[in-house]
């Protein structure tokens, strides 16, 4: 509901309160989550007070995470970006987001992903290393 100046009075969660709920769910410590993700402890404070958000990163922390596709796409829209059908970086990761057929939870997601867009020589999500 808005009003005639065009203000909105639903109260929505800001980006830094939602990822810091998320991340207090996280069951490890937090260096796991960030070493998971590939980001350093720096970017990763960066994201933690909505800073230099970029959409890599905050893939690379949500799948970390092991958030559902629909929760990826609610994380990225509080920070201003989407998941789209219409990219083929995108597409790549979505389908990965909904495939994940992993025998083990202990493989590193990101790692794979990024494997696989590597191949595929598409953009990687945000990683520390080097290809």
């Given at each position: 509901m808005?009003n ?15 990822f ?9 410590k ?48 509080k920070a201003?970006y989407?998941?789209?059908?219409s990219l083929?970086?995108?597409m790549?990761?979505?389908w ?9 939870k ?10 696989v ?15």
């Amino acid at each position: 509901m808005a009003n005639k100046a065009g203000l909105s009075f639903c109260t929505d969660i800001k980006f830094s309160e939602y990822f810091n709920k998320l991340i207090s769910l996280y069951p490890g410590k937090k260096y796991e989550l960030y070493d998971a993700a590939q980001i350093s402890e720096r970017m990763y404070r960066y994201v933690k007070n909505g800073q230099f958000l970029t959409k890599e990163t905050l893939l690379a922390l949500a799948i970390s995470l092991e958030l559902k596709l629909n929760d990826i796409q609610v994380l990225l829209k509080k920070a201003g970006y989407i998941l789209s059908g219409s990219l083929p970086n995108d597409m790549i990761i979505i389908w990965l987001i909904e495939h994940d057929e992993r025998s083990s939870k202990k493989i590193n997601y990101v790692s794979y992903i990024n494997d696989v867009l590597y191949s595929l020589e598409m953009p990687l999500l945000m990683t520390r290393d080097k290809f």
